[in-house]
């Protein structure tokens, strides 16, 4: 039973989590943020969760893309 509930846990945390932590915490806080200001407004915040879903998918993109050669080391090649 225990095992069960490992691989469980084990599971979900691939899932969500996968292969940035920092994607599932900026999401995580986003949601958080929005749950906090529709409570404490009217104004609605269902923007923030888009803005910052667009900005996380582009930071991981950039930090998963391999970086361009300088112009100094193309020149000396």
């Known amino acids: 039973m225990i095992r069960r509930i490992r ?5 979900w945390y691939g899932f969500i989590v996968g292969d940035d932590w920092r994607v599932a915490a900026g999401v995580f806080l986003a949601l958080l943020i929005t749950y906090l200001l529709s ?3 009217t104004v609605p915040t269902w923007w923030i969760v888009v803005v910052t879903v667009a ?3 582009a930071v991981s993109i950039r930090r998963a893309s391999p970086r361009p050669p300088d112009a100094k080391e193309m020149m000396t090649q």
Do not use: D, V
């Open 7 to 11: 691989a469980f846990g084990a599971f």
């Open 39 to 41: 409570r404490a407004t």
């Open 55 to 57: 900005g996380l998918l």
